[in-house]
């Protein structure tokens, strides 16, 4: 599932709300917030020690997360099918054999005689065929996927990318959940040590018993307050460890960056113009929208050239064997020795003669079944085809094939609009939540350190028994919302910064 940074920003933004406004509310029932993606990945045998930095947390979670790696395996299929289709180019060569028996009147397979008896035959062949000629269909085809294939790779880059933001966001989390849980501890005490402070006033008689109990609610609700804090914690950790697709959060910690606050930084200055013209050039989603562009008009090409005639060349050897097949041979010697033949003698008598000659040798003719290697030698045959195919009717399947194709690369079209307008909008709300977030940032800080400057003269009126407890209760309390919302502001100007970064191609990095 891809997941876009305009996504990142929003759920960024209301999970930090969360956790500013659970630590001032009322005790409620801890919500859980899922995960920005499913959990992904084959699950670890068990969690890497030691703590967790942000690049640390982002290449382990490229290496695990099931959506990157299925999206890897769509890129190598595609390839395959690039590979195939150039292989197509080449010519096809095959070698067939055959044995059969006929029992019998059967035909003779090899000489086209009915012949009663059994008869083993073979057939041997081989043959090629090239394509010539198709409308550059073969060619176009090839082009088409190359185009898919290098769309493929930009596809599983922006899922890298999607998950990189996704891991930075809960990380993001981890670390605001984290100091929110330090500051309500460090609220906890200074309660604590008021709580012991007003219980001396009130044995020493200074203060009436209601500011200690006022103070004692105050107790409680800051300790309920890190209660809720450490449960958004656990939330959080299990969020990220979830999507780096650890078996457990039990003992994952992360390196709590130095984030500089955004007093420290110049005052963001809006060029939304600017980053969209680098985004549009480094964004993986950009560049895989125009090659599918490119992909459709080539797929136009392939389907007008269904309108052209095809033209094949093919060529074939055969040679076969039967057992039924005779051949004249001649054998044995017919030498002999013969009498010589009667004479007549001086009164014209035959008279037997009484020699004997040789009879010269002559060879028996016999008809024996042929020999194996005769026949295949015999029986060879050989064959060259040109085939020519011109299409002039097929139901307007090539027309509409056409249509469609052109349809689809309005399509196509309209998405590679549709990838820069949302990549123009998202750095526009970037920007303009960046730029919020930093000034509600110096709004909140001014108003922290006045409110801290109250809260300093509320206590000691409070110590001195000039105010009472329900009064210093709501001072402490209004410091306690403007430090929330200035830690809110901080991580949400932080984040923001680091999306506009993303844009530019600068590296996630705290």
Known sequence: MNVSPIFHMKRCYWLMMGLSTGLLAAPAVAQTTPPAQPPAGSLSAATPAGPWSL????DYALQNNLTVRQQQLTSELQNATLRQSRAALLPSANLSGTQAWNYGTSLDPLTNDFVSQTIRSNNFSANSQITLFSGFQLRNTVKRNALDSEASLLDTEKARNDLSLNVASAFLQLVLAEELVRTNEVRVNSTRQQVERT?????????????????Q??????????????????????SLTQLLNLPSPTGFQIEVPELADPDDEPLLEADPDGTYQTAQSLLPEIKAADLRVRSAQ?????????YYPRLAFGAGIFTGFSSSRLARVFNGDSTDVVRVPIFQNLSGQD??????????????????????????KDNLGKSLQFSLQVPILNGLQTRTSVQRAQ???QQQELRAEQARLTVRQSIQQAYADAIAAQRRYFSARRQVEALTTAYRNAEIRFNNGLLNGTEFNI????????????????YEFIFRRKVLDFYQGRPLAL
């Open 55 to 58: 690049q640390r947390s982002i």
């Open 199 to 215: 219980q001396k006033l009130l044995r020493a008689g200074s203060i009436p018993e209601s500011n200690l109990l006022d103070i």
């Open 217 to 238: 609610a105050q107790q409680a609700s800051d300790e309920l307050n890190v209660i809720t804090a450490q449960n958004q914690r656990d939330l959080a950790r299990l």
């Open 298 to 306: 080539h797929s136009l090409d392939i389907a007008r050239g269904g």
């Open 351 to 376: 008279v037997p003669s009484p020699f004997y000659a040789l009879q010269p040798k002559q060879a028996i003719p016999e008809l024996l079944p042929s020999r194996f290697s005769n026949q295949l």
């Open 407 to 409: 349809i689809s690369i």
């Open 475 to 490: 001072a402490k309390n209004n410091l306690t919302a403007a430090e929330s919302t200035m830690i809110q502001a901080k």
